[in-house]
């Protein structure tokens, strides 16, 4: 069995399903000079902006060189791309540790459903898959937040999942996105978008 990953939290979490203030639409860092800043008034016009939507408008546009390259000086921009998480989730599959972005995925998704039927099913779901002991994809979370989140399953919400999702995405910007950054994965690209910026 793989030595599980641990969480590093820095500072107080917040209670499950309160967005922090400070925030963008995906940033979880709380940065003022996170690149998704210039989204948060048009989110809050919009008042039904969700990180999904902005993960969905990101879909079709492939990634250029240049906004490969600005991964490696933001975590938050290359999860914001589809390219982005699709090589990042490579990466992960190579270190056996796919389920955190699995994970943090199905949360956005529960995030953004309205319907309460879906929302208690999705909820269990992503308990089942995630979260259980017995399952083969379960991520690590310490004991509090799991502890939040067996309470929360008696009455799920879409929301329930916040503080779990936030140790996850910390656990993936802190500890894999670095060896990322080094990894043949993403040196790869990087030549192989440079070798067709030059081909044309």
């Known amino acids: 069995m793989r030595k599980r990953q641990q969480p590093h939290v820095e500072g107080a979490a917040e209670p499950p399903g309160v967005p922090r203030s400070n925030t963008c639409c995906l940033c979880w860092c709380g940065c003022c000079k996170c690149p998704w800043n210039e989204d948060r008034v048009e989110c809050a016009e919009r008042q039904t902006c969700t990180k999904m939507d902005s993960i969905e408008a990101a879909e079709d546009r492939r990634a250029t060189l240049d906004e490969v390259l600005s991964w490696s000086r933001s975590f ?3 999860m914001r791309s589809a390219e982005g998480r699709n090589v990042f989730r ?9 389920e955190n972005l699995l994970f943090w995925l199905a949360c956005e998704e529960l995030k953004s459903e309205m319907d309460p039927n879906a929302i208690d099913e999705k909820a269990h779901i992503i308990y089942e898959d995630y979260v259980s002991i017995l ?5 690590s979370l310490d004991s509090r937040v799991r502890e939040g989140i067996n309470q929360s ?37 990087v030549t192989s978008m440079r070798s067709s910026c030059l081909d044309t």
Do not use: G, W
């Not at 399952?135 to 991520?139: A, G, Y």
């Not at 802190?174 to 043949?184: K, V």
């Open 76 to 78: 938050e921009r290359m």
């Open 90 to 98: 490579e990466f992960l599959r190579s270190e056996y540790s796919e």
């Open 135 to 139: 399952s083969p994809k379960e991520v």
């Open 153 to 189: 399953l008696a009455e799920p919400n879409s929301h329930m999942y916040a503080e779990a999702q936030l140790q996850i995405y910390t656990l993936m910007h802190r500890d894999s996105f670095p060896r990322f950054l080094n990894s043949a994965t993403y040196r790869d690209l």
